[in-house]
């Protein structure tokens, strides 16, 4: 029930946030690496973006040659549409981690999040965050479920 409630305040949005805790730590920046520098979003609402990969994350996000193993984190800055260089404040983040394979097809087998810029979690597995990244996240583009393109 609980789960519902928490799962229609997500959808319904408006500034509600989610009592799940972010899905990365609050010193990312000592231990993640940035894979995709500043880049505009087409998909992400044109906002301008930075993608890291956390140590787990980092070979098989760069280097595609692995699967990504469990407990990856692809994390997403996203700023304002016209912070070109993505110096500004954060609007949110993106985030995903992976789970075991086979534990949640429907998802692909990742935990999807929304966080605002002060850390609290606006969604988790909202359904368009995996529609769209099952179709852009496959080869030649994008690999096992992440879309960047490199
Ligand atoms: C309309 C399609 C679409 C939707 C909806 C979408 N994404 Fe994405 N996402 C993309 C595309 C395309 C990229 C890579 C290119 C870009 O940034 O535009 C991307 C990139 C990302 C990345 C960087 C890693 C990578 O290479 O994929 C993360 C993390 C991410 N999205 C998470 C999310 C989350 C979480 C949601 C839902 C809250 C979401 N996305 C919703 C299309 C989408």
Redesign the pocket.
Known sequence: MIRTVLTFLAIAGCGDTVSTPAAFPADYKASYVQV?PC?S????DLHH?R?LADPLGLDPYSMRNAPFPVGSV???EEYDIGDSNCTGALTDY???VKLAAGSSPATLDWH???VDSGRNVV?DD?P??Y???KM??VPPD?YQG????P
């Open positions: 995709r880049r979003s087409s998909d992400h973006v993608v692809i994390l997403k993106t985030v995903m999807w999040q929304r969604s909202e368009h965050c529609t769209c990244h852009c996240g994008g992440t879309c960047e393109v």
